[in-house]
């Protein structure tokens, strides 16, 4: 069964910088694309980033591209994105989503709140 | 990166079908035929109910079907039942090779 589990979130101030990671299992962690998506509270899904099976090659939203990263460990089968100098426009929940053109198999999300 | 357009809400009584469209440009959903479908329900993480276009994943109803002509894509849900009631959401892969979601489109069943 393939299962995706995000952690990592919470509270944190304006400027500052968090880490996402997102435990893979249930399939080959390295034959997939992998995607974070966001949703702030109340409003629609905003795709984030993409990290291609390879791993050697990402893209970013224009609205995160220079503070976003993403990552991937095959060795742990983890997915991460760290994040720097967040805004208050960041608080989202923040999905990971296996998958390249359309995203089979989402996790529950973690919560990231930029508030002081 | 502009969102792809959806309708903010449609309604339907049981057993009747709804469409629901999602127009883009030809950068992205006139480009490829990979735009997907996701249903949510409130508290929900998304869920794929259609890709590339037309493709119905292992599970899901064929009450849900997809379509394109040109810059927009289609869902369409056909015997509506009060489980379909959530909120649902088009994607698409673009010439950037980025993602690009619509606003997002609120199903309720009357």
């Known amino acids: 069964e393939v299962q995706l589990l995000e952690s990592g979130g919470g509270l944190v101030q304006p400027g500052g910088s968090l880490t996402l990671s997102c435990a893979a299992s249930?399939?080959?962690?390295?034959?997939?694309?992998m995607s974070w998506v966001r949703q702030a509270p109340g409003k629609g899904l905003e795709w984030v980033s993409i990290i291609f099976s390879g791993g050697s090659r990402t893209d970013y939203a224009d609205s995160v591209k220079g503070r976003f990263t993403i990552s991937r460990d095959i060795s742990k089968n983890t997915l991460y994105l760290q994040m720097i100098s967040l805004r208050a426009e960041d608080t989202a929940i923040y999905y990971c989503?296996?998958?390249?053109?359309?995203?089979?198999?989402w996790g529950h999300g973690t919560l990231v709140t930029v508030s002081s | 990166q502009s969102a792809l357009t959806q309708p903010a809400s449609v309604s339907g009584s049981p057993g009747q079908s709804i469409t629901i469209s999602c127009t883009g440009t030809a950068s992205d959903v006139g480009s490829y035929n990979f735009v997907s479908w996701y249903q949510q329900h409130p508290g929900k993480a998304p869920k794929l109910i259609i890709s590339d276009v037309y493709n119905r994943p292992s599970g899901v109803s064929n009450r849900f079907s997809g379509s394109k002509s040109g810059n927009t894509a289609s869902l369409t849900i056909s015997g509506l039942q009060a489980d379909d009631e959530a909120d649902y959401y088009c994607?698409?892969?673009?010439?950037?090779?980025?993602?690009?979601f619509g606003g997002g489109t609120k199903l309720t069943v009357l």
């Open positions: 249930g399939f080959t962690f390295s034959s997939y694309a």
């Open positions: 989503a296996r998958g390249r053109h359309n995203s089979d198999y």
């Open positions: 994607s698409s892969f673009t010439t950037s090779s980025t993602r690009v």
